[in-house]
């Protein structure tokens, strides 16, 4: 079978924390000569509404995309769900539940922020930013380097929005995977060893999450990405084969708010896809036939 040969399926739009539109982000991923792309905002489903419509012949393969923000008491975790149905109550009830809590924790810094630092900001501003279809730390953090408060949105968020801690407003990984299966989508594992903050999960810590989530149902892991060192690309892959999981690619390419480029998942990196992403490429494949 001919495998297609760019491939991002970790990509942001404004339905997120992303800064190009969904038809901004169709132009560049034509651009950039990506063969299977998906677009997965966080906690949203909205653009993989919007682009099947703006979809031309030629154009690059789609699948919708999802990413939840999840988080237990052993940690957090970044939840893909890929080519479920985004009519189904069960995948919008998991947004709704993402979307709720996105929207306490945004207003609970912006609290925080008021009461901790004086830091002000015009209602005007205010009322723009959580009309945002899923507001998050890098909106707040352009807000205080517009207001002066900081020079870079970077420092916004290392130095004052990560002061404040949440416990549990967030998504269970068992509410996500269960809804992704639920709406007949593939739940994957996003930068599996990348945890909260700088945390870096390996080894028999990382096997030891696996095997958590993999019993609540996931089904694959993304282990080729742009933040990947060859070594941490290779565990993965490793542990993909053992346990038998689908493999992913993906670059989490957010416009100008991060520096990363399409298509910038290190996939280049192989001279051939490993047997887990032809198997993940082939089931994508026979569910369009179906």
Known sequence: MNYPKKIDLHIHTTVSDGTDTPGELLEKVREAGISLFSVTDHDAVKASTIIPDLLKEGDPEFVCGAEFSCKDEDGK??????????????????????HTYRMNKVKARLD???DRFGFWFSDEDLEKLLARDNPGKPH??????KYGYTETKE????????????????????EAIEGILGAGGIPVLAHPCYGSGDQLIIGQEMEERLKKLIGMGLQGVEAFY????AK?????????????????AGSDYHGRNKMIELGDNNLDTVDDYPEEMKRFLDELKRRQKC
């Open 226 to 229: 742009s933040g990947f060192t």
């Open 155 to 174: 420092i916004a968020i290392l130095e004052y929005i990560n002061q404040l801690h949440f416990h549990m407003e967030y998504v269970r990984p068992k």
């Open 112 to 114: 925080f922020l008021r």
């Open 77 to 98: 975790y970044h939840i893909l769900g890929y080519d479920y149905d985004p009519s189904s109550d069960t995948i919008l009830g998991l947004v709704d539940l993402g």
């Open 140 to 145: 707040i953090a352009n807000l205080m380097v």
């Open 232 to 248: 941490l690309q290779n565990e993965m892959l490793d542990l993909a084969k053992k346990y038998d999981l689908y493999v992913t």
